[in-house]
């Protein structure tokens, strides 16, 4: 797609979300004329890439794009959003998810609606499939199943889970579907599976971090045992050890997160001062152990919403079991 294709196509998906609000006041939906020109800039920096996806989705399933979209439950929507601190928008969400996984998607809804191959209806929708409405297409979301989607709605809403309300327009599989596929991608995910299993048996050593863990405890204030507890449930002490999901390293850091704190998700000791920070960031915006924990797993979106730990099976065995770690160690 060439740059003016890519700048119509910003300003299709512009007029859409406009549109709509225009017997409303304009202090929320407006657009400046500085706004405008960083999205003519974008349109044109996209252009390049309008309509590919890159980077590896071999080992990346539809489970993974949930469980990653989940994180970001309670973000505000903020039109041209694309940093979850601040604020994201439809396709700053789907963007971002997938970037988390190591997949690279075009900035726009309707490029974003041009990606993997088509899915003939919702019927044959898988989780994780990319679901976009109105033609030309001006919103898009993520697929969980069941009739439901994650996305950023509008302006004044929040990165929420909700029906898909319309018939969508086009339906797209950026990842893999993992009950089909040639003999080929079944030894190849065979080989990516094993090569996991074996990061993860190489479990580290527990005392070759234990100043780490004390220093970055003393310097954040955290509770006593606390990243050391995180470590060994995270990765099992391994410095090199990647999830299904694409988290890295000893404290299991996903690459926009350890961006977003300037760490190396694989220097030990960058990744737990980073986890430190984030820890002590939840603990000062949830106030206690197992909410901190719930967040640094699910999101802080996500706690928010349940004002609680999250009813995802994943989060509630993983706060369980850190806290019966911290519990034994304290007792010991």
Excluded at 27 to 37: L, Q
Excluded at 222 to 243: D, H, I, R, T
Aim: glycine fraction near 10%; hydrophobic fraction near 35%.
């Amino acid at each position: 797609m060439n740059g003016i294709d890519a700048i119509m196509s910003r300003m299709a998906e512009i007029s859409a979300l406009v549109a709509p609000q225009a017997t409303s006041t304009t202090s929320t939906n407006a657009t400046s004329d500085a706004d405008f020109s960083a999205t003519l800039g974008q349109a044109l920096g996209d252009a390049d890439t309008a309509g590919d996806a890159t980077g590896s989705t071999g080992s990346t399933t539809g489970t993974d794009v949930v469980n990653d979209a989940k994180k970001y439950l309670g973000v505000p929507y903020v039109w041209g959003g694309t940093n979850p601190s601040t604020g994201l928008d439809c396709s700053g969400l789907v963007q971002r998810v997938y970037a988390d996984l190591g997949i690279t998607l075009p900035r726009v809804s309707r490029d974003q609606a041009t990606v993997g191959t088509a899915v003939s209806s919702l019927d044959q929708a898988k989780p994780g499939d990319l679901l976009a409405f109105g033609s030309p297409v001006h919103h898009i979301g993520i697929y969980l199943g069941n009739g439901q989607m994650i996305h950023a709605p509008e302006p004044g809403q929040n990165v929420k889970i909700g029906k898909v309300y319309e018939t969508p327009t086009a339906i797209r599989r950026v990842v893999p579907d993992s009950t089909t596929g040639s003999n080929q991608s079944i030894v190849d995910s065979m080989g990516s599976l094993s090569a996991l299993t074996s990061k993860y048996s190489t479990s580290g050593d527990s005392s070759a971090y234990a100043n780490l863990f004390a220093q970055a405890t003393a310097k954040y204030g955290l509770p006593s045992g606390l990243l050391s507890a995180v470590a060994k449930q995270e990765s099992n002490y391994n410095p090199n050890a990647v999830s299904g999901a694409g988290a890295q390293g000893l404290m299991q850091l996903m690459p926009s997160t350890a961006s977003s704190l300037g760490v190396n998700a694989f220097d030990p000791a960058q990744a737990v001062d980073g986890a430190a920070r984030l820890l002590k960031s939840n603990l000062q915006s949830f106030g206690s152990v197992p909410l901190a924990l719930a967040a640094y797993n699910a999101g802080p979106g996500a706690v928010r919403k349940y004002d609680g730990v999250p009813p995802y099976t994943e989060t509630q065995n993983y706060v369980k079991k850190i806290m019966a770690n911290l519990t034994a160690e304290a007792a010991a």
